[in-house]
């Protein structure tokens, strides 16, 4: 019989920040050091503190609705267009491959990598600019990922994982070298598979990327991810080898001649694909269906008060801001909801008005 007592148990946990202390990196964020939650828990007797945000964040609403949620292409019917889910997936799949070989904290990357889209809204960037202009506080999807884990569905996460959360928005750097690491995979990982999906959509084909790129990043997709993860991970290496000896700061950075290809990469991307003509016939749609659904929430408060299923949330925060309340909504729809309630709320409802008479005895000015 398995003895699960709590002084057994105990020693599973321990064990792992044990293991962290000893293997790690220095400069690693050790899950033993956190600095805590918000709310105070007594700690799990087999996961680490990092561990156990990374579960939370699994088992979340929020991460389930971005199965449903736009990276590029909006609600795509081939089956093997990314979504925002799968790009989340991605996105982790490097961060851990990169702490891996660093010697970072796999876990806490690994949480921050699964958190850092939950507050993407509907239609992708398209979407967030949208709620960017109807909102008067404006909206950026990195502080929405932190109100819901922190308000809308409150998962009490550790310090370094909201921490990890907010710097992913605009300069703002991590205190942990996780959160920095999470923050160049995502743009790394993200301009691979738009690749791949922009060429499977017709949209561009490989020859069309400008030789000074391909010469530097490579001719393939596959060669482009290779060489951004292998010199991120040897010059960071070279950067923690440089700072043990000066005493400095450690970092996280790719080669200047690679950062500047990686960003012209980008450069071209969005010139061809993400302001494309194809895409931009879309945001026009895209902005009708936001702005009206803003609008129309914000006159019906009562849609929001839990009265009606169209609310997601029991919302946790004492808030009368009914525009922050139809931002908060509107912000968790995925895009087929959003086009369905649009569809429910806005759209005149086909009346069947005559049809019933074909089922009436006529009568006899009728024959």
Do not use: W
Not at 83 to 92: D, F, K, Q, S
């Amino acid at each position: 019989m398995v003895d699960t007592s709590p002084t057994v148990t105990h020693s599973i946990r321990e064990s792992l920040e044990a293991f962290e202390q000893q293997h790690l990196s220095r400069v690693a964020a050790l899950s033993s050091q956190s600095k805590g939650r918000e709310i105070d828990e007594p700690p799990c007797p087999i996961r680490t503190c990092f561990q156990r945000d990374r579960d939370r964040i699994l088992h979340a609403k929020a991460f389930r609705r971005l199965k449903h949620k736009t990276q590029v292409f909006i609600s795509p019917t081939g089956d093997h267009f990314r979504t925002r889910l799968t790009h989340t997936l991605e996105v982790a799949q490097v961060s851990r491959t990169i702490a891996r070989a660093l010697g970072l904290n796999e876990d806490l990357t690994e949480a921050i990598a699964l958190a850092h889209d939950l507050g993407h809204p509907p239609f992708g960037h398209s979407g967030e600019e949208t709620l960017n202009e109807v909102f008067p506080g404006g909206f950026h999807h990195e502080v929405q990922s932190v109100r819901i884990v922190r308000y809308l569905e409150p998962l009490n996460l550790s310090f370094e994982v909201l921490n990890g959360m907010e710097s992913q928005y605009g300069s703002q750097k991590s205190v942990t070298l996780e959160g920095r690491l999470v923050k160049l995979a995502d743009r790394m990982t993200y301009l691979h598979h738009d690749v791949e999906d922009a060429v499977r959509a017709g949209i561009i084909q490989e020859t069309d990327i400008p030789a000074e790129i391909t010469e530097i990043l490579g001719r393939s997709r596959k060669e482009r991810l290779d060489k951004l993860i292998l010199d991120l991970v040897f010059t960071t290496k070279a950067q923690f080898q440089q700072a043990e000896e000066t005493g400095s700061e450690a970092d996280i950075g790719l080669s200047p001649h690679i950062y500047e290809a990686m960003m012209a990469l980008r450069k071209f991307m969005f010139k061809q694909v993400y302001l494309s003509a194809t895409q931009l016939s879309q945001k026009q749609k895209i902005r009708r269906v936001l702005h009206g659904l803003y609008e129309y929430l914000c006159d019906h408060a009562d849609l929001l008060q839990g009265k009606n299923p169209l609310d997601p949330y029991s919302l946790k925060e004492s808030t009368k801001d009914v525009q922050r309340q139809a931002l908060d909504y509107i912000a968790g729809m995925t895009d087929r909801f959003a086009i369905d309630s649009y569809t429910r709320l806005l759209l005149p409802v086909p009346q069947r008005v005559g049809m019933e008479r074909l089922f009436v005895e006529p009568d006899d000015e009728g024959i």
